[in-house]
């Protein structure tokens, strides 16, 4: 009996043009930083999870900022 070589073809799985979640123009970007332990439990005392809160500080007081120069 002479075996037949197959292709390394596979008919499962791959990626398919479309496939997945879109990517976005401007992805968020994961950074790391320590806080006080005092200004992690009013954080999370807050309703919106940590990174929107974070989020949501940091914007106002950029804002804040930007209105000065203005």
């Known amino acids: 009996m002479e075996k037949t ?3 390394n073809i596979s008919k499962h799985g ?3 043009q479309g ?3 879109p990517k976005i123009a401007q992805p ?3 950074i790391s930083l320590r806080l006080h332990p005092e200004v992690i439990a009013w954080i999370d005392s ?3 999870n940590r990174a929107e809160v ?3 500080l940091v914007r106002a007081q950029k804002d ?3 209105d000065m120069f203005n």
């Open 19 to 21: 496939a997945g979640r």
């Open 46 to 48: 807050q309703p919106d």
């Open 5 to 7: 070589k197959r292709n």
């Open 64 to 66: 804040e900022q930007l």
């Open 28 to 30: 968020k970007q994961s």
């Open 54 to 56: 974070i989020e949501k």
């Open 14 to 16: 791959g990626q398919r």
